[in-house]
């Protein structure tokens, strides 16, 4: 007797999370991985609150976290901000952290070229930031692309105290054949923290961090495209 079909599950799927630390009321939303999902959001943004820290410590804190994941596209958007009102003793600070992540699996195909022939395929490991700092700030966004066996993992960072790291957005090239199946996945990992004091004395900050990470694909060889699970056209990210 045949054994009954199973429908196979999904390759493809999405994450996002969003985390706020460090104030009354922070906390956390996880979203997924939804597998056969091709868009996911989190979002975590307690209210402002001027707070006692050890009853005596006055202290106004605020954060919000927000994660959007697409297939190829991520993009996210972390504040923090942490200012003394009446206060000799102080905990670390406030932050908001963000990851994002999605899967898929992409065929090498062609209607010229035999199996198996040598093709190269060029990706691009997109990371752009849009961020504003005062006072005690510290910023970073870190995006990472693999396509197979090939990666790029361009990274952000800025604070008070040190000087900018820009973004980049380098290549992903990929060596591969007609007819192979290639997983592609994307993360990005956003966070920013703002000190209620540093020795000097200093006193408060904010951050604030808009970023994105992008996959789109830039070329193939001639004769080649690809056919993904999920259906989602990479080169329309360009």
């Keep these: 007797m045949a054994a009954p079909a199973h429908a196979q599950s999904p390759n493809y799927s999405v994450t996002a999370h969003a985390v706020t630390g460090g104030m009354p009321g922070a906390g956390a939303s996880y979203?997924?991985?939804l597998a056969g999902q091709t868009?996911?959001?989190?979002?975590?943004?307690p209210a402002a609150v001027t707070w006692a820290y050890y009853y005596t410590q006055i202290l106004f804190a605020d954060a919000g976290a927000y994660a959007w994941t697409d297939l190829g596209s991520l993009t996210s958007h972390v504040d923090a901000d942490a200012q003394r009102v009446d206060a000799t003793s102080f905990p670390s600070g406030v932050s908001a952290s963000t990851t994002n992540r999605f899967q898929d699996r992409i065929t090498v195909v062609s209607d010229t070229l035999p199996k198996n022939t040598?093709?190269?395929?060029?990706?691009?490991?997109?990371?752009?930031?849009e961020a504003t700092g005062s006072g005690l700030f510290d910023g970073r966004a870190s995006c990472t692309v693999q396509i197979g066996a090939s990666s790029a993992s361009p990274k952000w960072s800025d604070a008070w105290n040190k000087a900018e790291v820009a973004a980049s957005s380098p290549l992903v090239v990929v060596k591969t054949t007609v007819g192979a199946t290639l997983w592609i996945s994307g993360r990005l990992d956003t966070s920013a923290h703002a000190s209620f004091m540093a020795p000097?004395?200093?006193?408060?900050?904010?951050?604030?961090?808009?970023?994105?990470?992008?996959?789109p694909l830039l070329e193939t060889t001639p004769g080649v495209y690809l056919v993904t699970e999920s259906g989602f056209d990479y080169a329309s990210l360009q």
């Design 200 to 215: 000097g004395p200093l006193y408060g900050g904010a951050m604030q961090i808009d970023a994105t990470c992008e996959t």
């Design 118 to 129: 040598p093709v190269t395929l060029t990706f691009r490991a997109a990371l752009s930031v």
């Design 39 to 45: 868009s996911a959001d989190a979002q975590h943004d």
């Design 31 to 33: 979203v997924g991985p």
